[in-house]
């Protein structure tokens, strides 16, 4: 079983809901990202959802286009937040989930 259905089958059995915490992947750094991740699962998340920068996140409110922004503004790439989640596995085993648009899986591959 993988690590969200884990957490998802463990909450329903204690009939609770799930704390899912958010983070931009490279607002304002990677080292500051790395940090948070670990604040918000010491913090009582049950899952972390990294958002992945993206040019033109016409889906999402002004904060996050903010955060996507300055991410960018920071070099960071999809290359980048797969390095960044590698770095994270080191210390934390909290399940990640990505808030990414369909081209940049394309261009990724």
């Known amino acids: ?6 957490v998802f089958k463990r909450l329903k059995q204690e009939q609770k809901t799930a704390f899912i915490g958010f983070l931009t992947a490279g607002d304002p750094d990677i080292p500051t990202c790395m ?5 918000l699962e ?4 049950d899952i972390i ?3 992945i920068p993206f040019s ?3 889906a999402e409110g002004p904060v996050i286009q903010e955060e996507s922004l300055r991410a960018l503004q920071n070099d960071i790439t999809t290359e ?3 390095r960044m ?3 994270i596995r080191e210390f934390s085993q909290i399940p990640l989930v990505f808030l990414l648009y369909y081209n940049q899986i394309f ?3």
């Open 80 to 82: 980048t937040v797969m």
């Open 49 to 51: 959802e990294i958002g």
């Open 107 to 109: 261009k990724y591959g």
């Open 35 to 39: 940090e948070c991740v670990k604040q």
């Open 56 to 58: 033109d996140p016409i």
């Open 42 to 45: 010491q913090n009582g998340c």
């Open 85 to 87: 989640v590698s770095n």
């Open 1 to 6: 079983m993988n690590r969200i259905d884990a």
